[in-house]
């Protein structure tokens, strides 16, 4: 787990269509639920949480101070703007730290020596970029890295089972489901020829012009 990140909110008063009016003032309006707190709407700096969004995910344990009162959270659903993307509410959830929690945490492929890419000059095919965990709060990751550098040939991959997971981590998905995958060139190259074919005759490919005999009889 990394340091302590402290989030400083205030109740809000604020609700429904008038929460607009919140964010022209650079407001982002937010809710915090779960143990030991009622459903409580509250309001946060809107620029300060943008920027610390951008280097933690939904695994990051945060302080969040709510006036006089302190939760440990984490962040549960983010809401964009369709046009803007810019954060327009936050789903806080307060947890206990002696229970087990499950979330979701990044993964980040470690591409820098790859004995496939550098002698084979395979391709690296992302599978998945997150896992779901259990783990006690104290153990929460903010990331889980994978070490590419194990893909030796065209064909090698690293699945969930190959995972080396931080003490007391556990992770809930199919051990089967890729992650990375060593791929050729030419692979690539032909899957997208074959794309290309598809998207000019349609998803049933060419349209057969002329029958033979045989075709013709069992239409009859």
């Known amino acids: 787990m990394s340091e302590e990140i402290v ?10 269509k008038q929460v607009k009016q919140l964010r022209r003032e650079g407001l982002l309006p937010a809710v915090v639920y779960g143990y030991g707190v009622e459903a409580t709407p509250i309001v946060l700096n809107l620029r300060e949480m943008t920027r610390i969004l951008k280097t933690t995910g939904m695994s990051t344990l945060f302080t969040l101070k709510v006036d006089d009162e302190q939760h440990n959270v984490l962040v549960r659903e983010i809401q964009k703007g369709i046009l803007s993307r810019e954060i327009t509410h936050i789903d806080f959830q307060a ?6 929690v499950r979330t979701q945490v990044q993964l980040v492929v470690l591409s820098d020596n790859v004995p496939a890419v550098n002698n084979f000059d395979a391709m690296l095919n992302i599978g998945v970029d997150s896992v779901e965990i259990e783990c006690l709060p ?28 931080p003490e007391g981590v556990i992770v809930l998905d199919d051990p089967e489901t890729m992650i990375v995958f060593a791929s050729s060139q030419q692979t690539e190259e032909l899957e997208d020829e074959v794309d290309e074919f598809g998207d000019e005759f349609g998803e049933d490919g060419p349209e057969v012009l002329e029958k033979g005999k045989g075709d013709e009889d069992s239409d009859e």
């Open 7 to 16: 989030l400083n909110s205030k109740h809000r008063d604020v609700i429904g």
């Open 95 to 100: 947890i206990a730290m002696n229970v087990v």
């Open 138 to 165: 104290k153990n929460l990751p903010d990331q889980i890295e994978v070490d590419a550098s194990s893909l030796e040939n065209i064909g090698d991959s690293i699945t969930v089972a190959d995972l080396v997971l």
